[in-house]
T-cell receptor, first 114, second 113 residues
Framework: GAGVSQSPSNKVTEKGKDVELRCDPI?????LYWYRQSLGQGLEFLIY????????KSGLPSDRFSAERTGGSVSTLTIQRTQQEDSAVYLC????????????FGEGSRLTVL | GQQLNQSPQSMFIQEGEDVSMNCTSS?????WLWYKQDPGEGPVLLIA?????ELTSNGRLTAQFGITRKDSFLNISASIPSDVGIYFC?????????????FGKGTHLIIQP
């Protein structure tokens, strides 16, 4: 499709397990962002990629969170040893350049940690 | 980093009413943007403003880039049920990148039948 694709759309896991969330940005978009959104709340910035490099990791809440982007395209957000407070919707967005603020968001991955 | 103050936090209105929401900041931005998030979906860009004083319309939506570059408002005229959702303002600095883009906390719009 032409939009940002995220998978899985829903993930239920047990506390302590690792999870991987995937983002497929729009082709040709160099900038990629990950945000976290708790129920009905605002957008919490996690990490930003320009190409394959992550110049801004300042939003990652703990060292259990990591992300990578390969080939300037697909990105994976990994959460190790999940905790209940990690339950949220994880939104990925891409942008043509990262300089305009014009982001295209995916539908999100809803993570529930039991 | 920069902070945006978005208000109101929520609005309960009747169908057909006009809606107004705004964002203010202590910092100057080069671009102001307004996004809407429908339940269960990601935010979608509604309007982007690039020049101080710019007034832009998109159907029933009108947004303005404040002359001081520190604020913006969004108006929705004659609200309809599908306007329900969360509206986010965002400010972008010219440097780009994630620390150049700041989102407000959102305005929840609820339309009462």
């Amino acid at each position: 499709g032409a939009g940002v694709s995220q998978s899985p759309s829903n993930k239920v896991t047990e506390k302590g397990k690792d999870v991987e969330l995937r983002c497929d940005p729009i082709s040709g978009h160099t900038a990629l962002y990950w945000y976290r959104q708790s129920l009905g709340q605002g957008l919490e910035f996690l990490i930003y990629f320009q190409g394959n490099s992550a110049p801004d990791k300042s939003g990652l809440p703990s060292d259990r969170f990591s992300a990578e982007r390969t080939g300037g395209s697909v990105s994976t957000l990994t959460i190790q040893r999940t905790q209940q407070e990690d339950s949220a919707v994880y939104l990925c967005a891409s942008s043509f350049s990262g300089f305009t603020g014009e982001l295209f968001f995916g539908e999100g991955s809803r993570l529930t940690v039991l | 980093g920069q902070q945006l103050n978005q208000s109101p936090q929520s609005m309960f209105i009747q169908e057909g009413e006009d809606v107004s929401m705004n964002c203010t900041s202590s910092s100057i931005f080069n671009t102001w943007l307004w996004y809407k998030q429908d339940p269960g979906e990601g935010p979608v860009l509604l309007i982007a403003l690039y020049k101080a004083g710019e007034l832009t319309s998109n159907g029933r939506l009108t947004a303005q880039f404040g002359i001081t570059r520190k604020d913006s408002f969004l108006n929705i005229s004659a609200s309809i049920p599908s306007d329900v959702g969360i509206y986010f303002c965002a400010g972008q600095l010219s440097g780009g990148g994630a620390d150049g883009l700041t989102f407000g906390k959102g305005t929840h719009l609820i339309i009462q039948p």
